[in-house]
């Protein structure tokens, strides 16, 4: 099973940025399609962005045009680059496939924007 290990996040303030990395214990080649997720206190975890193994990538409304996945097959490790951050951005990320596989959620990196 492909173990999943986030990082990258950090205290920030608004409008600043944060590049997040998710690395994976094995081959993430054939996964098909790789997501960042969120979860802010008292919230559900949702999805804020997607990328194929073609490289297609989708944002939720909240972070498009602020937030760009990618993915480095050969490094097996994903990519979460954040602009633009505001308040509302706090949360803690993870990352996963999509859909997500319940046994390969890691701890997750804690993303704080606050002045």
């Known amino acids: 099973q492909v173990q999943l290990v986030e990082s990258g996040g950090g205290l920030v303030q608004p409008g600043g940025s944060l590049r997040l990395s998710c690395a994976a214990s094995g081959s993430i080649f054939s996964i098909a399609a790789m997501g960042w997720y969120r979860q802010a206190p008292g919230n559900a975890r949702e999805l804020v962005a997607t990328?194929?193994?073609?490289?297609?990538?989708r944002y939720a409304d909240s972070v498009k045009g602020r937030f760009t996945i990618s993915r480095d097959n050969a490094k097996n490790t994903v990519y979460l680059e954040m602009n633009s951050l505001k308040p509302e951005d706090t949360a803690v990320y993870y990352c996963?496939?999509?859909?997500?596989?319940?046994?390969?959620w890691g701890q997750g990196t804690q993303v704080t924007v606050s002045s």
């Open positions: 996963n496939s999509n859909p997500p596989i319940a046994p390969m």
């Open positions: 990328i194929t193994s073609g490289r297609n990538a």
